[in-house]
């Protein structure tokens, strides 16, 4: 039989013990000495102490500790050019998960939001901590070591670096390390050399030991700091202001939000995105600089949309810089001067990227391939882009405009050099479609 009087005498049965429990240990404690009375105060009292010390630990602004920010690794990092400010606390991490100390072990790309000064930035690593690990442990054996040695004091006695600390450092040096010097040119490396803001000092426009040291680790890390120097925005390239790095972090411009968040935004927002995207692809391929950069793998997460709208390309670890001023040299073998990127059905395996090929000719539609296929048409594989950015185009952009013919042409042309040959008319389409002129043109 059921009887709710029992859960209530339960309750109070339980209380009851509670109650006792305390007054007993409150009689014990009163019986005890005034000497362990104290003791167990103090005990007390440093318990809590140790444990606001715990949290303020945890939440602390851990980018002032030079243990913390790496900078003790250098020459064997990124650079020092933030580092005063960083160590003056002018700069602090915004993301709930960044601030605190302890979650670091779940953000294993090293990727932080932030603000220095009050201006948006990103903060990374660039690698994981084990690749880091990796790299010091070689350094360390390179320098006859033992693995855990002071890296910034054997970097200069590492077998690794010889090369260039004993003679002018020379595009030899690079060549393979990563994408950037995948096929480097005498001209592309005098162009790092000259943007480079990582100089330890300005007095000279030579490069000592320890500069060199520093551009060779850095390139064997990751492209990134040295790609973002070498084209830097501020003349104009669609990529994110470089701010400065110190240790083994670097600063750059917070470029807004990750195109992925747009694939259900209002259609036209989305024509606008697809034409910044297709005219960065352009742009990198045929620019006033005679560098062409190739993308080697390319994702919709690589682009993010800043508040004012505007598109830019984030992820600079993947790419290929081709010097066509060096085509032209070589030129005349009579190969084709034009790379095309052919079109095959893949779903999780697709062929690597001919980067080889993408370094032997003058130029190729091989950026406006992948942006057309991995962005914008229904063979995105990137789960968030289903079906693509345009995946829901209106009757108008199908039909009058041809978009859909476009967009095909510019994924796998059913004529040779048809992708160059569509690209100006797609531009121009999304140019009118982004400006509302949905109704029918006039014949284009
Ligand atoms: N400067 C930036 N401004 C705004 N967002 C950025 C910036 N740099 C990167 N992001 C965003 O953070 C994400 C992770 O950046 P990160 O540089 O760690 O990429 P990653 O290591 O190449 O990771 P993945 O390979 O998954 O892209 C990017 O996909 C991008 O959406
Ligand atoms: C790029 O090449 C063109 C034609 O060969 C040349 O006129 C121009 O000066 C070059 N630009 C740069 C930045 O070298």
Not at 347 to 367: F, G, I
Request: proline share 4%.
């Amino acid at each position: 039989m059921n009887r709710p009087q029992d859960g209530l005498r339960q309750r109070h049965k339980n209380k009851s013990i509670i109650e006792s429990a305390i007054s007993s240990t409150s009689k014990k404690f009163q019986s005890l000495s005034l000497k362990t009375k104290c003791l167990f105060v103090l005990l007390a009292f440093s318990l809590l102490v140790a444990y606001i010390i715990m949290l303020w630990h945890q939440v602390s602004n851990r980018l002032r500790e030079f243990t913390y920010i790496q900078a003790d690794t250098c020459p064997a990092c990124y650079g020092s050019s933030i580092c005063l400010p960083l160590f003056r606390g002018d700069a602090h991490f915004t993301g709930t998960l960044s601030r605190i100390r302890s979650f670091d072990y779940l953000n294993s790309k090293n990727f932080h939001y932030g603000k220095l000064n009050g201006k948006d930035v990103v903060l990374k690593k660039l690698v994981a901590d084990d690749v880091l690990k990796d790299l010091d442990d070689k350094i360390c054996r390179s320098a006859r070591r033992i693995p855990g040695c002071d890296v910034a004091r054997v970097v200069v006695k590492a077998d690794l670096v010889s090369q260039v600390r004993q003679h002018e450092l020379q595009v030899d040096h690079l060549r393979g390390v990563n994408d950037m010097f995948y096929c480097p040119s005498r001209r592309l490396f005098d162009r790092l050399l000259k943007h480079y803001l990582e100089k330890y000092t300005y007095e000279t426009t030579f490069f000592y030991a320890v500069d060199k040291i520093q551009i060779l680790i850095t390139a064997m890390i990751s492209s990134e700091p040295l790609m973002l120097q070498t084209f830097p925005a501020s003349a104009g390239w669609p990529f994110p202001s470089y701010i400065g790095a110190c240790g083994r972090f670097v600063l750059l411009e917070n470029c807004g939000e990750s195109l992925q968040n747009f694939h259900q935004a209002p259609l036209q927002k989305r024509y606008d995105l697809a034409y910044q995207v297709m005219k960065i692809a352009n742009f990198l391929t045929e620019n006033p600089s005679n560098f062409s950069l190739y993308w080697t793998s390319l994702k919709p997460s690589d682009f993010v949309v800043d508040q004012n709208g505007h598109v830019k390309f984030v992820d600079l670890k993947n790419i290929v810089v081709v010097d066509r001023e060096e085509y032209n040299e070589v030129a005349n073998t009579g190969k084709p001067k034009i790379f095309e990127a052919m079109f095959t059905e893949c779903e999780n395996v697709c062929p690597p990227t001919p980067t080889m090929e993408l370094c032997n000719h003058l130029s190729s539609d091989w950026n406006i391939y992948l942006a057309c296929r991995y962005v914008l048409s229904e063979h995105a594989t990137d789960p968030a882009m289903k079906g693509g950015l345009l995946h829901d185009m209106s009757r108008g952009a199908l039909d009058d405009w041809d978009m859909r013919f476009l967009i095909k042409e510019c994924t796998s042309p059913t004529t040779k050099g048809g992708r160059v040959k569509s690209i100006h008319r797609l531009l121009h389409t999304l140019d009118s479609l982004r400006n509302g002129k949905e109704q029918h043109p006039v014949n284009i």
